[in-house]
């Protein structure tokens, strides 16, 4: 009862359970005493000077459970039908058709969002219940620079800060816990997409026959990045404005408040935990023919939404 879910599902999800049936066993020497003290002081030694990091959530021992404190968990149907549409965004040889599935992805997410905001706020007021959370997701070299930027178009679009720890290889995405789940499967696909295309995209070589393809492959994926955000950006507003119609009809209900705190909320909550965050870009672009393919490489349709919504929604 003293222990975060978030804890909980990652000891689930890695499979841990106790082995143990007293304290003293988890030090188990196997023989070797000395061996096994000295491997418990390196382990001591190297949390000791680890770099701290920003906590996102109760250490064990001290959670404390309040009902409708995580302001509205994402629904597990709708994750595996968003899943669904992006096994099939990422399967496909079709750009056109992984970029439509993809779009349908976001568009549901982003309505789902907009319901857990709602129901939070008809009980707890404008701003909901709970506060943002936190997850960190690993942004690996190389061209890690654009694959920062692309987790954090992703994030932007579903209402979530991205912020990126250079030296940690990872990200930190701020945000309720619906979206921050939508961010998660849609950037781990569109890394996927986006890696794909590059590939097949092949590599460049200059007139003297010197390797342009790290170049192009950096101003491949910024392009990418820049035209998914576009994108997403698209159809999220799209089911914004679409809730926004429904509410009006149905109750004379202002969804702009709800959101607009919501937002507030992951923005002081990112103030709080990183009060002295600094811009930096995510790396020069300088190939021209990087930058056409990339954006190409995202931008190969008019995406029917609605469409592929019913036909892959499940």
């Known amino acids: 009862a003293t222990v975060d879910d978030r804890w909980l599902d990652q000891l689930d999800a890695v499979g841990a359970t106790v082995w143990w049936g007293r304290d003293e066993e988890y030090l188990r020497d196997d023989g070797d005493r000395t061996a096994m003290v000295a491997c418990a002081l390196r382990v001591i030694h190297l949390l000791a000077t680890l770099p701290p990091l920003e906590r996102l959530c109760p250490v064990p021992g001290t959670a404390r459970r309040t009902p409708g404190a995580r302001g509205g968990a994402v629904d597990e149907r709708t994750l595996a039908r968003v899943r669904a549409l992006l096994a099939k965004a990422e399967s496909t040889e079709f750009e056109a058709e992984a970029e439509t599935f993809t779009a349908a992805a976001q568009a549901l997410m982003a309505r789902h969002s907009i319901d857990a905001a709602l129901l939070a706020s008809r009980t707890s007021g404008p701003g909901g219940a709970g506060r943002p959370e936190g997850r960190r997701l690993g942004v690996d070299a190389p061209y890690e620079g654009p694959k920062a930027m692309l987790l954090d178009v992703v994030a932007s679009a579903n209402h979530c800060r991205s912020v990126w720890s250079r030296h940690f290889g ?76 429904e509410a009006a009809a149905d109750a004379g209900r202002d969804l702009l408040p709800v959101l607009a705190a919501r937002e507030q909320a992951v923005e002081a909550r990112v103030e709080e935990l990183f009060p002295t965050l600094t811009l930096v870009g995510a790396g020069a672009v300088s190939n021209r023919d990087g930058w056409i393919s990339g954006r190409a490489a995202a931008d190969r349709a008019v995406l029917d939404v609605r469409r592929k919504l019913a036909e892959g929604g499940g």
Request: glycine share 8%; aromatic share 8%.
């Open 170 to 245: 990872f990200a930190t995405v701020l945000g309720f816990p619906a979206d921050l789940a939508a961010v998660e499967v849609l950037f781990t696909s569109l890394l996927v997409q986006a890696t794909t295309a590059m590939r097949l995209a092949g590599s460049r070589r200059d007139g003297l026959g010197r390797s342009r393809t790290r170049s192009f492959r950096q101003s491949f994926l910024a392009a990418y990045a820049q035209r998914i955000g576009e994108r997403l950006r698209e159809a999220t507003g799209e089911a914004v404005r679409e809730a926004m119609r």
